[in-house]
């Protein structure tokens, strides 16, 4: 099974800042990767999808990039509503789809 | 507009059985994936099972295998999952999500609110 890395595991920003979280693949994905944004309650929400594509809705000040095993998801001046916590997810090699861990985001 | 709306959840007891239902609108049902998700207290996300929009391919976590039967009527739009066997480690918010195209990606784009499933004596 592939495993998916994040981190941090948590942070903290305050609005304005650029924030950045990554995700480490156990082995080679290409660009099957995807990240999804979930809040205290709430299920969780499509963000990004291979890689960079932003799905219809979500604000442009999310971005992702990578390949192979190294992604980022980064947000460019955080907003208060972008708190929550953050999955990336591998559909390369299925079953098992997996996810990492979750990052947590605050913002101050 | 696409809707997800997870039910079924419950309490039971170890070794007990439960059948979650997704009932699902919006789009084109039988074109379209489903696969089920599922959220410990305070944990992250683990995948369990999908089933292809023809219900002809079906995966499963390992976690789950030989316990947990995924299944589609696509003449009511809906997904089932037939749960077994269950298991203390089981309790889980579970959900219910479409996959993002009609070809199946494994990403999904559209999700229930879940249904809470207690596994306790």
């Known amino acids: 099974d592939i495993q998916m890395t994040q981190s941090p595991s948590s942070l903290s920003a305050s609005v304005g800042d650029r924030v950045t979280i990554t995700c480490r693949a156990s082995?080679?994905?290409?660009?099957?990767l995807n990240w999804y944004q979930q809040k205290p309650g709430k299920a969780p929400k499509l963000l990004i999808y291979v890689v960079s594509t932003l799905q219809s809705g979500v604000p442009s000040r999310f971005s992702g990039s990578g390949s192979e095993t190294e992604f980022t998801l980064t947000i460019s001046g955080v907003q208060p509503e972008d708190s929550g916590t953050y999955y990336c997810q591998q559909s390369f090699t299925t079953p098992p789809v997996t996810f990492g861990q979750g990052t947590k985001l605050e913002i101050k | 507009e696409v809707q997800v709306l997870e039910s079924g959840g419950g309490l039971v007891q170890p070794g007990g059985a439960l059948r979650l239902s997704c009932a699902a609108s919006g789009f084109t049902f039988s074109t379209y994936a489903i696969g089920w998700v599922r959220q410990a207290p305070g944990k992250g996300l683990e995948w369990i099972s999908s089933i292809s929009g023809s219900g002809s391919n079906i995966d499963y976590a390992d976690s789950v295998k030989g316990r947990f039967t995924i299944s589609r009527d696509n003449s009511k739009n809906m997904v089932y999952l037939q749960m077994n066997s269950l298991r203390a480690e089981d309790t889980a918010l579970y959900y219910c999500?479409?996959?993002?195209?009609?070809?199946?990606?494994?990403?999904?784009?559209?999700w229930g609110q879940g249904t809470l499933v207690i596994v306790s004596s």
């Open positions: 082995r080679s994905i290409s660009t099957y």
């Open positions: 999500a479409k996959d993002r195209v009609a070809a199946t990606s494994d990403t999904f784009d559209h």
